[in-house]
């Protein structure tokens, strides 16, 4: 089993709709996790951490279920600007993080 | 500003001609590595560097090499460059091996004919 791993997409999504996708990883020790952000062509950067209660940062809510060993990035009334690659990442390994391959997100107008 | 540069943003080579990506830092970071990335196979680590002086390989090292005389540089040097090499690089940088937040450079694409 990949230490990382996601849906690669792309999702199709329209505009306003509200949509989340999941991340799952491989080791059940893993302490932290975060989602970064990749728009097309450029470098990746953190857009958030999650904690174990769940957090939220605007229209994004990210949360994390242990026992199934997922973490899940849910986007409000999404705007076209979100169209990215989202890249799950999880601390720990021979790096000190494990980045997914990412998920492709496309907003529609 | 704090920012990872890299150069150049764009490279096209051929074969066996050596070459080399630079990286800098103006963050004072210890940690630094280098990935590529491909279609499909995402980021893979090339090389890492915990700090000056100290650098270890990362998933696909082959082909590659790196150096950390100072602590804001982590130049990529391809020696004899192959056309399986051509990729999008991404250095980064982070303040430590612990760190969660990492800052990635601009990229170089880097087409070997």
């Known amino acids: 089993r990949k230490e990382v791993e996601q849906d690669p997409g792309p999702f199709n999504v329209p505009e306003g709709a509200t949509v989340a996708f999941n991340c799952t990883y491989s080791?059940?020790?893993?302490?932290?996790f975060f989602w970064y952000r990749q728009d097309c062509r450029k470098e990746p950067k953190l857009l958030m951490s999650v904690y174990s209660s769940g957090n939220e940062d605007g229209r994004f809510t990210a949360q994390l279920n242990r026992a199934s060993q997922y973490i899940s990035l849910l986007i409000r009334d999404s705007k076209l600007s979100d169209s990215a690659t989202y890249l799950c990442v999880v601390r720990g390994g021979a790096d000190g993080l494990t980045f997914g391959k990412g998920t492709h997100l496309i907003i529609q107008p | 500003e704090a920012q990872v540069t890299q150069n150049p943003r764009y490279l096209i080579t051929v074969t066996g001609k050596k070459l080399t990506v630079t990286c800098s830092q103006n963050?004072?970071?210890?940690?630094m590595s280098w990935y590529r990335q491909d279609p499909g196979l995402g980021l893979r680590q090339i090389y890492y560097?915990?700090?000056?002086?100290?650098?270890d390989k990362g998933d696909v090292p082959e082909g590659y090499k790196v150096s950390r005389k100072e602590k804001r540089n982590f130049p990529l040097i391809l020696e004899s460059p192959s056309p399986n090499q051509t990729s999008l690089y991404f250095c980064?940088?982070?303040?430590?091996?612990?760190?969660?937040?990492?800052?990635f450079g601009p990229g170089t694409r880097l087409t070997v004919t």
């Open positions: 963050m004072n970071h210890e940690y």
């Open positions: 560097s915990m700090n000056v002086e100290v650098t």
């Open positions: 080791n059940s020790a893993s302490q932290s």
């Open positions: 980064a940088s982070r303040t430590a091996r612990n760190s969660y937040e990492q800052y």
